[in-house]
């Protein structure tokens, strides 16, 4: 009776051990369930839809970046005196009559030349350029046109941060150097989706050594001041870790840009490397997760 007794307990000690494994295990399961909705609920919080794209438009020794996205519009720089008219021909045969933002980077005419003919024919909602003055004809003819047309300009500080429809972007630095006008270049990080770009200007490698700490890694990098030898620094390209890099560069330049050294530095990182000068303009269009990318031959050079 005894022997029977204790073996009864034993069973109800195994049942009891089977169903508190049995509940723990779903427990456990539901745990991970919920962590997996989680998760998913996060990917789509961060989700894109649409394309965007980002053309690297051939303006010769000049730069100018267009950013479109769901019917909005942004332009940073705009090439040389003499491509002014030629981009706003181009723009207006994309159909665009309106950018939601306009970046000059820095007061040089190679990327601020062509800037008062698109304010004069395009509406306008923000024109951000650095707290740096210029006292060329170049600089007075952009003050001029913002002022025929009404159009107040913003200079950011580092740490701003605003969306172009899906694109997240976030001003990493921005500067008034009085020594280096290069070195007042407003530089941008733009993140949609994944898919992360870092627009530098003219930055040379004194900003570059400022901002390394930032979170700058980025699938595209445009190269800084047309590939010179003043930027690209090996800490930097190792910090921002490209797999695309984009110089803006005009064909047989006096300036001998871009330079044999920063040239060397992307062909050791097998940084996949467009030209304008070789490629024409360089279109990037990402969904959010992955980048294609194509060249076409566009009347932008004046």
Known sequence: MKRKRKLLVSLIALVVVCLSVLF????MNEDQITANVSKVNNDDRTSVSGNLMVSFIDVG?????????????????????????????????????????????HPHED?????????????????????KLSTTKTFEDVL???ENNNLSFHAPTSGEEFNLGDAKFRVIYS?????DTNDSSIVLKMAYGSNTFLFTGDA?????????????????????????????????????????????????????HPSSETLQKLDKR??????????GT?????????????????DTNG
């Open 204 to 256: 040379t490698s004194n900003v570059e050594n400022k901002i390394i700490n930032e979170d700058i890694k980025s699938d595209v990098l445009k190269v800084a001041h047309h590939g010179s030898n003043y930027s690209s620094t090996d800490e930097f390209l190792n910090k921002v870790s490209p797999k695309y890099a984009i110089i803006s560069v005009g064909k047989n330049n006096s300036y001998n």
């Open 270 to 279: 097998k940084i996949k490397l467009y030209r304008t000068d070789m490629d």
């Open 61 to 105: 020794q000049a730069d100018s970046i267009l950013i479109q996205n769901d019917g909005n519009n942004m332009l940073i720089d705009a090439g040389n005196n003499e491509d002014g008219n030629k981009l706003v021909s181009y723009f207006k045969e994309l159909g665009i009559n309106h950018f939601n933002y306009v970046v000059g980077t």
């Open 111 to 131: 990327h601020i030349g062509g800037m008062d003919d698109v304010i004069n024919n395009f509406k306008i909602d923000n024109y951000y350029m650095p707290d």
């Open 24 to 27: 723990g295990n779903n427990l």
């Open 175 to 179: 500067g008034d150097d009085t020594s």
């Open 282 to 298: 360089i279109i990037f269009t990402s969904d959010g997760s992955n980048l294609s990318v194509q060249t076409s031959k566009t």
């Open 144 to 146: 001029d046109a913002l």
